[in-house]
Nanobody, 125 residues
Framework: QVQLVESGGGSVQSGGSLRLSCAAS????????VGWFRQAPGKEREGVASIGRDGTTKYRDSVKGRFTISRDNPKNTLYLQMDSLKPEDTAMYYC???????????????????WGQGTQVTVSS
């Protein structure tokens, strides 16, 4: 059974940094496409960053140059390093994974089959 567990969220001031982690069990990361998503109250869930099975990384425009997604295959863990955080980054952050037709990854939440429970990130001005 595939399970994803996020950690590392918290409250920081604008300009600060956080690193989110997502530990996986039930499968190996390098056989799936994985990604980070976020959802703020009253808004739709949106893709933040993804890594494909071929190693391709994708970022939404608003986080490019500030966030970095990475994957530690031996530890079966996905990371999201978030620097220069802004109040508009405040949201619940989720990690997710999918395998069918996975190659370079996707920022669309619709293709992901497996989701973690989320970790809250709050950035104050």
């Amino acid at each position: 059974q595939v399970q994803l567990v996020e950690s590392g969220g918290g409250s920081v001031q604008s300009g600060g940094s956080l690193r989110l982690s997502c530990a996986a069990s039930g499968y190996t990361y390098n056989s799936y496409c994985v990604g980070w998503f976020r959802q703020a109250p009253g808004k739709e869930r949106e893709g933040v960053a993804s890594i494909g099975r071929d190693g391709t990384t994708k970022y939404r425009d608003s986080v490019k140059g500030r966030f970095t997604i990475s994957r530690d295959n031996p530890k079966n863990t996905l990371y999201l390093q978030m620097d220069s955080l802004k109040p508009e980054d405040t949201a619940m952050y989720y990690c997710a994974a999918y395998r069918d037709y996975c190659q370079s990854g996707s920022l669309s939440p619709n293709v992901y089959n497996y989701w973690g429970q989320g970790t809250q990130v709050t950035v104050s001005s």
